[in-house]
C-alpha cells in the first residue's frame, strides 16, 4: 500500500469493483434490510463510498435506503462539516460508528521527527473528538509505517509510546482506538497483532481487522479466530492472486473463503460492524455491493 492514503490507494487499484451495472432507483422502503432472525453484524460503508456529488443528507438517506445500517467517516478538522454530518446521520437515521483517521500514513507515529509525530497526533485528537460528537465508538489507526530508517523495534516501541499519550484523552471521550493491519510492513502476523494491542493493558485499545488486507500472508479466518474478543470492527474487501499478479476485486470474486470468515466470526461472536471498503459508484453499483454483503457474510439470499 505504500504511503499513499487510503483513498488513493482504492481508486487507483480496484478496477473490477466498479464495473457493476445493476438497475434500480430509491424506494421509500430499506432494502436488504435485516430480519429479526439474522446476524447481529451490523451491515456499513464508507461515506467516501456514496456519490461525492450529492450532499451530505442525500449520501446518508441513499445509504440508508439501500440497506446500510452504520457509515465510517473520515476525520473532520472543519468544525461546520462535522456538525453538517452529525445532523445529515441523524436526519437519515444512520449511524456513524466509527473514524477513519487520515493522518498516520502521511505522519506516522513511528517517525523519529518529533515535529511529524506531533501532527499525527493532533490528528488522532480530531478524529477522537470527531468520534464523540457523531456518537461513533471508534476510531481506526494505523500505528506505524516501517520505512529503511524505521527499524520495526522502533515501529513498535515508537509508536506504542506515542498511543499512551492518547489514552487519557480516549477514555475521557469514551471513544476505543484500534488498530488495523494494512501494507505498512508492520504487525504482520495475528499473533503479533494480539501481542501489541495486548502490551497496552487497556481496554482502550483493540484491534480493527481488514478481511482482505491479509490475503497476501495469511488467512482471515485465522486472523479473526487468533485475534477474537481483540476485534471491535471490521472492514470488508476481497482480493484475486493471479500467476504473476494481484489486484483488489469487488466482493466475492476473489480468494477469500467467505464461508470460513463466517464461522470464525460466529465462533468469536462478532456481533459489531463490517464496513465495506470498495471505491464509490452509483446506485445500482452501491446496491449490488449491499446485496453482496447480505449473501457473503451475512449468509442471506
Request: hydrophobic content about 45%.
Amino acid at each position: 500500500m505504500g504511503n499513499t492514503s487510503r483513498r488513493e490507494f482504492l481508486k487507483s487499484t480496484v478496477t473490477a469493483a466498479c464495473a457493476v451495472s445493476l438497475g434500480g432507483t430509491l424506494t421509500g422502503s430499506v432494502a436488504g434490510a435485516r430480519p429479526a432472525s439474522a446476524p447481529a453484524i451490523k451491515k456499513g460503508i464508507l461515506l467516501d463510498m456514496l456519490p461525492a456529488n450529492l450532499a451530505y443528507a442525500e449520501r446518508l438517506k441513499l445509504a440508508r435506503e439501500i440497506g446500510f445500517e452504520v457509515l465510517q467517516a473520515p476525520t473532520e478538522p472543519d468544525e461546520r462539516k462535522a456538525e453538517e454530518l452529525r445532523k445529515a446521520a441523524d436526519a437519515a437515521q444512520i449511524r456513524i460508528d466509527s473514524v477513519m483517521n487520515m493522518d498516520h500514513w502521511k505522519y506516522p507515529l513511528s517517525s523519529s521527527d518529533p515535529a511529524v509525530v506531533e501532527k499525527s497526533l493532533t490528528g488522532m485528537r480530531t478524529s477522537l473528538h470527531n468520534a464523540k460528537l457523531w456518537g461513533a465508538d471508534v476510531v481506526l489507526l494505523v500505528p506505524a509505517v516501517l520505512d529503511p530508517k524505521t527499524s520495526y523495534r522502533d515501529a513498535w516501541t515508537r509508536s506504542q509510546r506515542e498511543i499512551r499519550k492518547l489514552l487519557p484523552l480516549a477514555e475521557e471521550l469514551k471513544v476505543i482506538i484500534a488498530m488495523e493491519e494494512v501494507w505498512n510492513r508492520f504487525l504482520l502476523s495475528p499473533l503479533e497483532m494480539a501481542s501489541y494491542v495486548d502490551e497496552f493493558q487497556s481496554p482502550w485499545v483493540k484491534a480493527w481487522f481488514d478481511v482482505g488486507n491479509v490475503v497476501l500472508y495469511g488467512y482471515p479466518q485465522d486472523w479473526i479466530r487468533t485475534l477474537g474478543p481483540r476485534i471491535v470492527k471490521v472492514h470488508l474487501k476481497d482480493f484475486k492472486r493471479n500467476k504473476d499478479s494481484y489486484a483488489w476485486v469487488n466482493l466475492g470474486e476473489g480468494d477469500i473463503d467467505w464461508p470460513a470468515v463466517r464461522q470464525a466470526f460466529a465462533a468469536i461472536h462478532y456481533t459489531d460492524s463490517a464496513t465495506v471498503e470498495l471505491p464509490a459508484g452509483d446506485e445500482a453499483y452501491l446496491r449490488d455491493v449491499s446485496r453482496r454483503v447480505d449473501r457473503l457474510l451475512l449468509n442471506q439470499s
